[in-house]
């Protein structure tokens, strides 16, 4: 499975982006997705995460910094699955990546599989 994140980019404090998280090849409603991002010199940070597409919405699930700020969504029709993000803040800057696995996952878990990351940088 290989996985594409994408849509980052320079914002300022309070902007906003959306990443996108797409896998060609795979269905990707059969696999959970989660978030995740890493600084230079930090560790790496479990995002946000969606169960496997069960019709619905799906479960999710946002770690503390980013709850009401990141939303994370699918569009099955679009084989995507994205991760709106609002009110940014400079210590968001880090590369984000997407992964997916066949379990559903948790914070701060990250999927079995992930690609090349996207830069977000959020600066004045």
């Known amino acids: 499975v290989q996985l594409q994140a994408s849509g980052g980019g320079l914002v300022q404090p309070g902007g906003s982006l959306r990443l996108s998280c797409a896998a060609p090849?795979?269905?990707?409603?059969?696999?959970?997705v989660a978030w995740f991002r890493q600084a230079p010199g930090k560790e790496r940070e479990g995002l946000s995460c969606?169960?496997?597409?069960?019709?619905?919405?799906?479960?999710?699930m946002y770690e503390d910094s980013v709850k009401g700020r990141f939303t994370i969504s699918r569009d099955n029709a679009k084989n995507t699955v994205y991760l709106q993000m609002n009110s940014l803040k400079p210590e968001d800057t880090a590369i984000y990546y997407c992964?997916?696995?066949?379990?559903?996952?948790?914070?701060?878990?990250?999927?079995?599989?992930w690609g090349e990351g996207t830069q977000v940088t959020v600066s004045s």
């Open positions: 969606i169960s496997t597409y069960d019709g619905g919405d799906g479960k999710t």
């Open positions: 992964s997916a696995d066949w379990s559903d996952l948790s914070i701060p878990e990250v999927g079995r599989y």
């Open positions: 090849g795979t269905t990707l409603d059969r696999y959970a």
